[in-house]
């Protein structure tokens, strides 16, 4: 092997005229920061958060997701449609996996005031199906979503097994972006034993139009909410 | 040593490694070209399956990941494929195409929802770039890929380690991994790099070799050309001495006749017993006067046969028709009473290019032959044609009705002669001189039937004759 690095300069015969112009350096800048200000913006969306929520500090009683006394309660709040979710359920499904029968779980899928069944159709929801554990509640109206003050897809409440709020946030460390974040590690550790409650930032799609004064509008419709088991749930 | 270029192997070497560097330059460069736009198009696609849209209750909109696919991923995909179709061997497209293939991964990362196994795409992006073998521009691939990771890490950490409360070094910790497998690459690269030199090294020792070989080819040759003009000298000269001898012999018998002749003419010229006039009135005289005109003659003939074999020149090629120079040729060949000598050679034939006085020896010498070869107790023809002109070879073929020969293979080699009184040189002559106008002989004989010589010209000697 040689003992110094032996790259060679290939000597065009001709600079093309671009070059000799100088357009070709004023290119190369012009698409760095094109491209650096692409990057950047899409990073930038990335990392916007959903609005801050206000979730309940005690289960709330009137809620249709299962709760079981002595376990802790994991609850998702999504929007069927929304792709950023998809990661923020892979995430659910490796704590599901993770909190090995110390917690229940559920997801409630919102369907807007005005939406019929087909609003189920979706991607997210075969892919819950598939979680063994999972709960699957369909939401219409957005009732349990208002119940619980989500405004965003992927919000996991986790409440303990006294029914206190432990957690409030997202699971995600970005909009759509599957990896370890400081959501699913809180939840682990208090789901582990460790006492203080934590929050994290949601990332995803609202679940719902804001009102004009900014709080979600959602409208209950007839009958309520509706749950059906995950895979693996009697 | 030099080559026939004038180039020492070093510089040959140079040369080679330098073109052999380009070629792979330009071909990786296609490589990436067809990379940018496929890279492009997936994208595109996956955002348009993946995430379409964003959601906001129930209404939608195009999601920004698919504006990221089409007008971020474009714009990365843009000046890569600009320069590897203007500059694909320049280094400025090497290092541009670098950090595209970097932030290639980048928004791919993005656009499958941080799957880790898109992360693989960096690692693979890099054993591409190694396909340049210039190890720096790895430099530029792992800076764009560290300098996205600090970024990010330091606006917003979470996107990268999965905590808020990432510290900023932690990307060291990603980036090296990528340095791990710069290093490999870069290894590969200078190693590549080197394989590449000893390849262009080798390649001119080999064409060094092979002119040397090309030389020694070349001296080869000459020494054989030398050796065998030698051996031709040296053939000629044997065959000289045996035509020497030959020709010593023929003109022994004659000569020998002129002698005795000349002794008696001698011997009665100088008696002064002898009556004034008597000589006129005797016959053996007046015989041997006879014999020594006859000898003579044919000693004179045997040495003008071995002038024209051993002198001969290169045809002075014209116009000459052919009819004409035969008639020619019939005139002063020696008439026999028993023997007709026809010419056929028809009028229009149109008109080769001929050494006249050459060719009229020719058929002066074939004439005679078939002349000869006719016994005198019977009347005999000998005819002269002619045929083709125009696009075809001309054919001249000279028949005689005569004896015919058993064995004619070596009827044109010289000194062989199957008359009692030939030098052997006649045929040689003739076959001789047909060689030099570009034709060819040969001749068809049959015992008892006669002898048939064909002479064959080339059309070509034709084509630019005019008439003269």
């Known amino acids: 092997m040689a003992a110094t690095p032996a790259a060679v300069e290939i000597e065009l015969p001709t600079r093309t005229p671009l070059a000799r112009r100088g357009l070709l350096p004023a290119a190369i800048i012009a698409w760095v920061a094109l491209v650096s200000g692409g990057t950047i913006a899409l990073a930038r969306y990335k990392a916007q958060p959903g609005p801050a929520a206000v979730s309940p500090p005690a289960w709330p009683t009137d809620s249709v997701a299962p709760r079981r006394d002595g376990l802790h309660t994991l609850v998702m709040l999504a929007h069927p ?3 950023c ?11 599901i996996s993770r909190v090995d029968g110390r917690a229940i779980a559920s997801i409630v899928f919102i369907r807007p005031a005005g939406s019929g069944d087909e609003w189920r159709e979706s991607d997210l929801w075969r892919r819950a199906q598939q979680i063994p554990g999972l709960r699957l509640i369909d939401d219409p109206g957005g009732v349990e979503a208002k119940r619980f003050g989500a405004y965003t897809s992927g919000h996991v409440l986790l409440y303990g097994p006294d029914g206190h709020l432990r957690f409030s946030g997202g699971i995600t460390a970005a909009r759509g972006h599957e990896g370890e974040s400081a959501g699913e590690a809180r939840i682990l550790a208090l789901i582990g034993g460790d006492e203080a409650a934590g929050d994290a930032p949601v990332f995803g799609c609202e679940l719902d139009d804001p009102s004009p004064t900014g709080a979600p509008r959602f409208e209950p419709e007839a009958g309520g909410p509706r749950s059906s088991p995950g895979a693996g749930e009697p | 040593m030099s080559g026939r270029d004038g ?10 490694f330098r073109d052999a560097l380009d ?3 330009r071909r990786t460069s296609r490589l990436f070209l067809a990379l940018m736009i496929v890279q492009w198009i997936f994208a595109i696609v996956v ?7 964003a959601w906001v209750g129930k209404v939608r909109s195009i999601h920004v990941h698919v504006y990221a696919a089409v007008v971020l991923g474009g714009a990365i995909s843009s000046l890569p494929i600009f320069l590897t179709l203007t500059r694909p061997a320049a280094a400025v497209t090497r290092m541009v195409v670098a950090a595209a293939q970097s932030l290639w991964s980048g928004l791919l990362v993005h ?3 941080g799957r880790i196994e898109t992360h693989f795409h960096v690692f693979v992006s890099l054993a591409f770039l190694a396909f340049y073998r210039d190890w720096k521009i790895l430099v530029p691939a792992t800076v764009v890929t560290a300098s996205d990771h600090l970024m990010r890490g330091i606006f917003w950490p979470e ?4 905590t808020m409360t990432a510290e900023w070094w932690r990307f060291l910790e990603h980036v090296f991994w990528v340095a791990f497998e710069d290093f490999v690459l870069v290894l590969a690269c200078v190693r590549g790099v080197a394989e590449t030199r000893e390849l262009a090294s080798r390649q001119a020792e080999t064409e060094a070799m092979t002119a040397r070989e090309r030389e020694k080819s070349v001296a080869l040759e000459a020494a054989n050309e030398e050796l065998s003009a030698s051996r031709d000298a040296l053939a000629q000269l044997a065959e000289v001495g045996e035509l020497a001898a030959s020709i010593g012999h023929d003109l022994r018998n004659p000569l020998g006749a002129v002698r005795n002749a000349a002794t008696y003419v001698a011997k009665r010229g100088r008696d002064p017993e002898l009556p004034k006039g008597a000589l006129a009135t005797d016959a053996r005289f007046n015989a041997c006067l006879g014999i020594m005109e006859k000898e003579l003659e044919t000693c004179s003939r045997i040495i003008a046969d071995l002038l024209d074999f051993a002198r001969w020149r290169k045809p002075d090629l014209h116009a000459c028709p052919l009819g004409p120079l035969v008639d020619d040729a019939i005139a002063l060949t020696p008439p026999r009473a028993n023997v007709r000598l026809e010419n056929e050679v028809p009028a229009e034939l149109p008109v080769p290019m001929l050494d006249k006085d050459q060719f009229r020896q020719v058929l002066i010498n074939l004439i005679q032959n078939g002349s000869e070869a006719i016994p005198g107790d019977r009347d005999g023809i000998v005819r002269v044609s002619a045929s083709g002109g125009d696009d075809a070879p001309f054919l001249v073929s000279i028949s005689d009705n005569g004896v015919g020969m058993a064995d004619t293979r070596k009827i044109f080699q010289p000194l062989f002669t199957t008359k009692t009184k030939g030098t052997g040189l006649g045929l040689a002559i003739v076959a001789g001189m047909v060689t030099r106008h570009g034709g060819r002989i040969r001749v068809e004989s049959e015992t008892g039937k006669g002898s048939t010589f064909h002479i064959e010209l080339p059309q070509a000697q034709a084509d630019a004759a005019p008439a003269s």
């Open chain 2, 23 to 25: 070629a792979n330059y």
């Open chain 1, 85 to 95: 979710t998809m990661a923020s359920l892979a995430e659910l499904e490796r704590l």
């Open chain 2, 159 to 162: 996107s990268v380690y999965g």
């Open chain 2, 47 to 53: 955002a348009l399956l993946w995430s379409p849209y």
């Open chain 1, 81 to 83: 449609r929304c792709p």
């Open chain 2, 7 to 16: 180039a020492s192997p070093t510089d040959r070497a140079d040369r080679h």
């Open chain 2, 111 to 113: 656009l499958t929802g």
